[in-house]
């Protein structure tokens, strides 16, 4: 543990030492694009037919399955909402005629940093989300020729003053985890990494000069990672949460941190914005009750009854039979008293409180809580 522990000490010295030069953020952004995971995932894993969402997904605001792995509004509708833009169509959803012209979500379930293997879960990774966007920005070029689609697609110039958004990194980390032990996944981030600071270099050739990257949440407090690793009472923490999972999704921040540290220098015609995601939802859940809720770890939407209503062979929504007897796994009568909605995803309320938060400006590198006009009118 020598090792670990002098490479986090390399990571905060080199946090510390490096000098930001950063462009102020006005939050007046003509447009927002969003790379992710099911975290931010509007959409796009659903429109691609490789996965359907029943009742009771969506069920507390949009009030039927939304295409989101939630029970409602995800972070990213809310920072949208408080943006005073719409809600992010998903790419792959054509159906409907999507309205791009403030935006364009990329982010799809089960999405890694690194290149999909036959085994990933999505194919989604982040370069191909980076090829997809790419493609988007050559296709607004040409039908930008006509004036028939104007209300549909972004105005060219746009690119270049949009918010460039990311919340993706988890499945990197709490995904690894069931194929590498605790020191290959702790290894395995520099690689997870250099694939990410690629895709922004490639986004910052075509124009891109805003950036919001949000840090990884504390993957060992999802439940289907605590009924997979953790029924070794002695791999929990004191909150109950998988100790392992979450060490490296801390030493996946800092690094992450530093990433940011860097290309703030680099890209001194940039704006480069680090979002503490980990400690927002840590606090969330070490104070759940502090901010309403009562359940912290157990799913709102799963089998199984407590401690954590999650069973991996019945999914949120579905119905399977159980050594001969057919079970369903079924929605709590009230999700805002849960953080967790289906054992792996928030809820509407958590996120919500998580949105609320990012909103404060405080946990956030460079911080921006004077350069908020809009705080005063928070919905929250």
Not at 70 to 98: H, Q
Not at 187 to 197: R, T, V
Not at 265 to 291: E, F, H, M, P
Not at 327 to 343: F, R
Request: some cysteine; proline content about 5%; aromatic content about 12%.
């Amino acid at each position: 543990m020598a090792t670990i522990s002098n490479l986090f000490l390399q990571i905060l010295l080199l946090t510390s030492i490096s000098i930001s030069y950063v462009r102020s953020i006005d939050f007046n952004y003509p447009a927002v694009f969003n790379f992710g995971d099911s975290n931010s995932d509007t959409g796009d894993r659903v429109a691609s037919g490789l996965e359907e969402i029943d009742d009771p997904y969506g069920e507390t605001y949009f009030k039927k399955p939304s295409g989101r792995f939630c029970d409602g509004r995800l972070i990213v509708d809310f920072l949208m909402d408080e943006l005073d833009l719409p809600f992010l169509n998903a790419y792959l959803d054509s159906v409907g005629a999507p309205v791009f012209r403030k935006g364009c979500n990329f982010a799809a379930a089960g999405s890694t940093i690194l290149p999909a293997t036959a085994s990933s879960v999505s194919p989604f990774s982040f370069g191909i989300q980076m090829a997809q966007f790419l493609r988007f920005k050559d296709r607004v070029q040409d039908l930008a020729k006509s004036r028939k689609v104007d209300k549909y697609i972004p105005s060219q110039d746009s690119f270049g003053k949009a918010l460039y958004m990311f919340d993706i990194g988890q499945n990197d980390v709490g995904g690894a985890f069931y194929s590498k032990s605790l020191d290959q996944v702790l290894a395995s981030i520099p690689y997870i990494l250099q694939e990410f600071e690629a895709g922004i270099a490639k986004l910052y050739d075509v124009g891109a000069r805003f950036f919001w990257i949000h840090n990884t949440g504390p993957v060992g407090c999802l439940p289907q990672n605590i009924a997979k690793f953790g029924t070794d009472p002695s791999k929990l923490d004191t909150l109950g949460c998988v100790a392992g999972h979450n060490q490296a999704a801390q030493l996946f921040n800092l690094q992450l941190h530093a990433l940011c540290k860097k290309l703030q220098g680099q890209y001194a015609d940039s704006n480069v914005t680090y979002v503490d995601i980990y400690t927002i939802k840590s606090n969330l859940l070490s104070n759940y009750s502090r901010y309403g809720f009562e359940q912290p770890i157990m799913a709102c939407c799963g089998y199984g009854g407590p401690p954590l209503n999650y069973d991996s062979r019945v999914p949120c929504g579905q119905t399977k039979t159980i050594n001969g007897t057919s079970v369903t796994a079924k929605g709590c009568s009230d999700s805002t008293e849960y953080i967790n909605w289906d054992g792996i995803h928030y809820t509407e309320a958590a996120n919500q409180y998580v949105a609320s938060q990012i909103l404060t400006g405080k946990y956030s590198d460079p911080p921006f809580s004077d350069q908020m006009p809009f705080l005063l009118k928070l919905k929250f």
